[in-house]
């Protein structure tokens, strides 16, 4: 099927992917008195005697805002608050499909640090949560931190920690699969902006793996001088051996390479450099690092990549649904460290017996939302 033509013949068919639909019909006149005036003046009132009952009396206890500047859309990068918004909307179907939860899709023309912050402070009220999506490191780092900071709401941007997450269960299985330990492996991960940080942080928070991070320059080591804040505080946890060099050089010896960067910048010369039994998470959509045919041909033994029409697919639709169900159901304000590592764990132990061509579950795993909601607690 040519996906691109589908997708625009059915998005202009719809005409965007959600609506706002009734919990009850407007169909008498009672009924228009209590929902409108003058009965909603009693609910106003109560809540602004007790702000914290507006989650029992608003739609604010089911409710996520997914928000973006539109300045780091999937494989698309800075294309602006209307092009992403068809994202957004994406996002919003997976949310009320899996989870129930209704997400509105807000797209923000505004693009400094303190600009997205204020905005955002600003329409918290309306929400029960907020789902960061598709801004552009290193801005994106700041902007959540700050926002989780200030705001008493489950704040996540998902491209850095539901990525973070579903690439540790992915990890969990195929080294399980391999007979392989996390704590003797050397993982090299080939992209540092929001996404590739995150990736390490969770990593090196789960074990205590050999942990390289590589730009589009080379190796991160303390011998460079253009490294903004980000990637010095990335030295803290990788590099541990002072190494130098391009990918080519980061990966000789690797057991596992993780790849959030650009298309084809690792080839079969360069896995066969790897050690036996390479793991290639090769992640960069729509086209990632390396084919995965072209990575088993060169020795890989375990393929995963951000596709569905290929096995393994890793994707953050796994994780996002289940922490905002638990979060908003057992009223956790803040998402942690150890949600993270718990969740990557539950994602990894729905699949009873990992292979090579199933180290994660599916998507629409029927127990997956509600087994995640328990450990958000």
Same mark, same amino acid.
């Given at each position: 099927m040519?996906?691109?033509?589908?997708?625009?013949?059915?998005h202009?068919?719809?005409?965007?992917?959600?609506?706002?639909s009734?919990?009850d019909?407007?169909?008498s006149?009672?009924?228009?008195?209590?929902?409108?005036?003058?009965?909603?003046?009693?609910?106003?009132?109560?809540?602004?005697?007790?702000?914290?009952?507006?989650?029992?009396?608003?739609?604010?206890?089911?409710?996520?805002?997914?928000?973006?500047?539109g300045?780091?859309?999937?494989?698309?990068?800075?294309?602006?608050?209307k092009?992403?918004l068809?994202?957004?909307?994406g996002?919003?179907?997976l949310f009320?499909?899996?989870?129930n939860?209704?997400?509105i899709?807000?797209v923000l023309?505004v693009?400094t640090?303190?600009?997205?912050?204020?905005?955002?402070?600003?329409?918290?009220p309306?929400?029960?949560?907020?789902n960061?999506?598709?801004?552009?490191?290193?801005?994106?780092f700041?902007?959540e931190?700050?926002?989780?900071?200030?705001?008493?709401?489950?704040?996540?941007?998902d491209?850095?920690?539901?990525?973070?997450?579903?690439?540790?269960?992915g990890l969990?299985?195929?080294l399980?699969?391999?007979?392989?330990?996390?704590n003797?492996?050397?993982?090299?991960?080939?992209?540092?902006?929001?996404?590739?940080?995150?990736? #390490?942080?969770?990593?090196?928070a789960y074990?205590?793996p050999?942990?390289?991070?590589?730009?589009?320059?080379?190796?991160?080591?303390?011998?460079?001088?253009d490294?903004?804040?980000e990637?010095?505080?990335?030295?803290n946890?990788?590099n541990?051996?002072?190494?130098?060099?391009?990918?080519?050089?980061?990966?000789?010896?690797?057991?596992?390479?993780?790849g959030v960067s650009?298309p084809?910048?690792i080839?079969?010369?360069?896995?066969k450099?790897?050690?036996?039994d390479?793991i290639i998470?090769?992640?960069?959509?729509p086209?990632?690092e390396?084919?995965?045919e072209?990575?088993?041909?060169?020795?890989a033994?375990i393929?995963a990549?951000g596709?569905?029409?290929?096995?393994n697919q890793?994707?953050?639709?796994?994780?996002?649904?289940?922490?905002?169900?638990?979060?908003?159901?057992n009223?956790?304000?803040?998402?942690t460290?150890?949600?993270?590592?718990?969740?990557a764990?539950?994602?990894a132990s729905?699949?009873?017996?990992?292979?090579?061509?199933?180290i994660?579950?599916?998507?629409?795993?029927?127990?997956?939302v509600s087994?995640?909601?328990k450990? #958000?607690?």
């Open positions: 040519d996906y691109n033509k589908k997708s625009l013949e059915e202009k068919k719809l005409k965007g992917k959600i609506e706002i009734l919990k019909n407007l169909d006149v009672d009924k228009l008195s209590i929902y409108y005036t003058p009965g909603v003046a009693a609910v106003s009132q109560h809540i602004a005697d007790n702000p914290e009952e507006a989650k029992n009396y608003t739609w604010t206890n089911n409710n996520v805002a997914v928000i973006s500047d300045s780091a859309v999937l494989g698309l990068g800075n294309i602006g608050p092009a992403a068809p994202v957004m909307e996002k919003a179907m009320k499909k899996f989870a939860i209704d997400a899709p807000i023309d693009h640090v303190d600009e997205i912050i204020n905005t955002v402070k600003a329409i918290a309306s929400f029960g949560g907020i960061l999506e598709d801004i552009a490191a290193p801005q994106c700041e902007i931190k700050r926002l989780i900071d200030d705001l008493n709401i489950p704040i996540m941007h491209d850095q920690h539901g990525t973070a997450i579903v690439v540790l269960a969990i299985n195929s399980k699969v391999l007979n392989k330990d996390i003797k492996s050397k993982i090299v991960v080939a992209g540092s902006g929001a996404a590739g940080t995150a990736i #390490i942080e969770l990593l090196n074990a205590n050999e942990i390289i991070a590589v730009d589009s320059v080379g190796i991160i080591s303390s011998s460079r001088q490294l903004n804040n990637k010095l505080k990335l030295l946890i990788t541990k051996n002072y190494l130098n060099g391009n990918i080519n050089d980061a990966l000789k010896n690797a057991d596992v390479f993780i650009k084809n910048i080839n079969a010369e360069i896995i450099s790897m050690n036996k390479p998470f090769a992640m960069a959509n086209i990632p390396i084919m995965p072209l990575a088993l041909q060169a020795g033994a393929v990549t596709r569905s029409d290929f096995p890793i994707n953050n639709a796994l994780v996002f649904p289940g922490i905002f169900r638990g979060a908003l159901d009223n956790v304000r803040k998402i460290t150890e949600h993270k590592l718990k969740t764990e539950v994602i729905l699949v009873a017996n990992p292979t090579r061509d199933k994660i579950p599916p998507i629409d795993h029927s127990n997956l087994i995640i909601s450990v #958000i607690v």
